[in-house]
């Protein structure tokens, strides 16, 4: 079975500062791998997606996400955070059966907060 | 740009009332799926769709059930309300084609069973 594993429940990170949020996920065959990101009171919004190729990738709004298969980790980026930042973050992870694609396995979230 | 729309942004039900929540998407998407976001919890997968008609259980599909009639619509629907299933319902969709797609999100329907 799949899991997503976000370590940090709450981070808080000073505005101008650099920001990672760590995910570990658990999967037997390839993973595809998202960072969503949840405002208060929205629905979930893709920052960026890794299915295969380089193992760096850009995602929206500045962030990156490096996918490490020998440490089954996918952690989140940014240089520099804004005070819009702060929202709700979700790692998740897919794979595909035979009958078709399944859903998303997500992690419980990581609650980011922006000190000014 | 993808748009997933649900009926109620939010819900108020009665315990024992049967309740419809309504997910329509404008992509022509192959899969849709039905989520419930609880705090310390995240999401988790109720049921999802690969096509017209058919239907898969998630993680908890326990006193939930789905109708997918057209492509572009895929309802869940609450048999009996209880308490326990006041929660934020999220609807999302994605294509197949060959592949994993990324899903799209509604915004989200919070429904409190009182």
């Known amino acids: 079975a799949q899991s997503v594993t976000q370590p940090d429940i709450h981070i808080t990170v000073s505005e101008g500062a650099s920001l990672e949020l760590r995910c570990n996920y658990s999967y037997g065959a390839t993973p595809y791998l998202f960072w969503y990101v949840q405002s208060p009171g929205q629905g979930l919004q893709l920052l960026l997606k890794?299915?295969?190729?380089?193992?760096l990738v850009q995602g929206i709004k500045g962030f990156e996400a490096e996918f490490k298969r020998s440490q089954s980790s996918f952690n989140l980026r940014k240089p520099s955070v804004h005070w819009s930042d702060a929202a709700e973050y979700f790692c998740?992870?897919?794979?595909?059966?035979?009958?078709?694609?399944?859903?998303?396995?997500f992690g419980k979230g990581t609650h980011l907060i922006i000190q000014p | 740009d993808v748009k997933v729309t649900q009926s109620s942004r939010y819900l108020v039900k009665r315990t024992g009332e049967k309740v419809f929540l309504e997910c329509v998407q404008d992509?022509?998407?192959?899969?849709m799926f039905w989520y419930r976001q609880d705090p310390g919890l995240g999401l988790r997968l109720i049921y999802f769709?690969?096509?017209?008609?058919?239907?898969e259980k998630g993680d908890i599909p326990e006193g939930y059930s789905v109708s997918r009639e057209k492509k572009e619509r895929f309802s869940l629907i609450l048999e009996s309300a209880s308490t326990n299933q006041t929660s934020m319902y999220l609807c999302a969709s994605s294509q197949t084609a060959g592949g994993i797609y990324e899903q799209y999100f509604g915004p989200g329907t919070r429904l409190t069973v009182t």
């Open positions: 992509m022509d998407h192959e899969n």
């Open positions: 998740a992870v897919g794979g595909y059966s035979g009958g078709g694609a399944d859903g998303l396995t």
């Open positions: 769709s690969y096509d017209v008609k058919m239907k």
């Open positions: 890794y299915f295969s190729g380089d193992t």
